[in-house]
T-cell receptor
Framework: NAGVTQTPKFQVLKTGQSMTLQCAQD?????MYWYRQDPGMGLRLIYY???????DKGEVPNGYNVSRLNKREFSLRLESAAPSQTSVYFC?????????????FGPGTRLTVT | QKEVEQDPGPLSVPEGAIVSLNCTYS??????FMWYRQYSRKGPELLMY????GNKEDGRFTAQVDKSSKYISLFIRDSQPSDSATYLC?????????FGDGTTLTVKP
C-alpha cells in the first residue's frame, strides 16, 4: 500500500496564478483532510471531508476550495495564489471523522508564491 | 487563546537524557489525545495515542494525561539522536481536532 500520496512535491507560483494540489489514499478511509504548516505555527486545518460527497471548512479556509472526487481522492485548489499561501501543505486521511482514529499523513507539497 | 498550547522549545539535550514534552488544553470536551512525531521535511506520524487519564508506555516513550488539570505530557527515556524531530500534541473530540504548534527536539550524540 502506498498510503497517502500527494502531487506535486514542490511548486512555485506567481501571485494570481491558480493550481490544484492532488491527494489520494488507498486505505479505504472515509475522512480526508488538508492542512497547511507554517514555521512555528503547527498544523492548521484548511478543509476536511468526513465522507465522500461532503466537505467542511476548517480553521483557515479562505482562499481555498476543495473537491472530494471519490472516496480515494481529495483535491485542494488555489484560485488566485497569494504570497501568504506560501507554506507546506499536507493531506491526511483517517478511518473516522476527527474521532479516535489516527490520521495518516502524506509527504507534503512545498508551495512558494512569489 | 488557542485551545492547545504546547511548550515552544526548541529543546536540545545530550544523548541518554530524559526528555519531557508538554501541552495544555482548554476544551474539556477533548476525549482523545495523541502525540505525533515529524522528522524534517516529512509528514507527521503517530507516536502515541491515549483516551484516558493516566500513563501509557511504549518502549522508551510514556504518554501521560491529566484530565483534571488539562495537561498532557510525553516522556522520552534514554533519548537517542534518532529522536531528533518535532513533536506535536493533538487533541480531539467528535468533529473537532486541534494540533499544538510543536516542540522541536535535538538530541546531541
Amino acid at each position: 500500500n502506498a498510503g497517502v500520496t500527494q502531487t506535486p512535491k514542490f511548486q512555485v507560483l506567481k501571485t494570481g496564478q491558480s493550481m490544484t494540489l492532488q491527494c489520494a489514499q488507498d486505505m479505504n478511509h472515509n475522512s480526508m483532510y488538508w492542512y497547511r504548516q507554517d514555521p512555528g505555527m503547527g498544523l492548521r486545518l484548511i478543509y476536511y471531508s468526513a465522507s465522500e460527497g461532503t466537505t467542511d471548512k476548517g480553521e483557515v479556509p479562505n482562499g481555498y476550495n476543495v473537491s472530494r472526487l471519490n472516496k480515494r481522492e481529495f483535491s485542494l485548489r488555489l484560485e488566485s495564489a497569494a504570497p501568504s499561501q506560501t507554506s507546506v501543505y499536507f493531506c491526511a486521511s483517517s478511518a473516522v471523522t476527527a474521532g479516535s482514529h489516527e490520521q495518516y499523513f502524506g509527504p507534503g507539497t512545498r508551495l512558494t508564491v512569489t | 487563546q488557542k485551545e492547545v498550547e504546547q511548550d515552544p522549545g526548541p529543546l536540545s539535550v545530550p544523548e541518554g537524557a530524559i526528555v519531557s514534552l508538554n501541552c495544555t488544553y482548554s476544551n474539556s470536551a477533548f476525549q482523545y489525545f495523541m502525540w505525533y512525531r515529524q522528522y524534517s521535511r516529512k509528514g507527521p506520524e503517530l507516536l502515541m495515542y491515549t483516551y484516558s487519564s493516566g500513563n501509557k508506555e511504549d518502549g522508551r516513550f510514556t504518554a501521560q494525561v491529566d484530565k483534571s488539570s488539562k495537561y498532557i505530557s510525553l516522556f522520552i527515556r534514554d533519548s537517542q539522536p534518532s529522536d531528533s524531530a518535532t513533536y506535536l500534541c493533538w487533541n480531539t473530540n467528535a468533529g473537532k481536532s486541534t494540533f499544538g504548534d510543536g516542540t522541536t527536539l535535538t538530541v546531541k550524540p
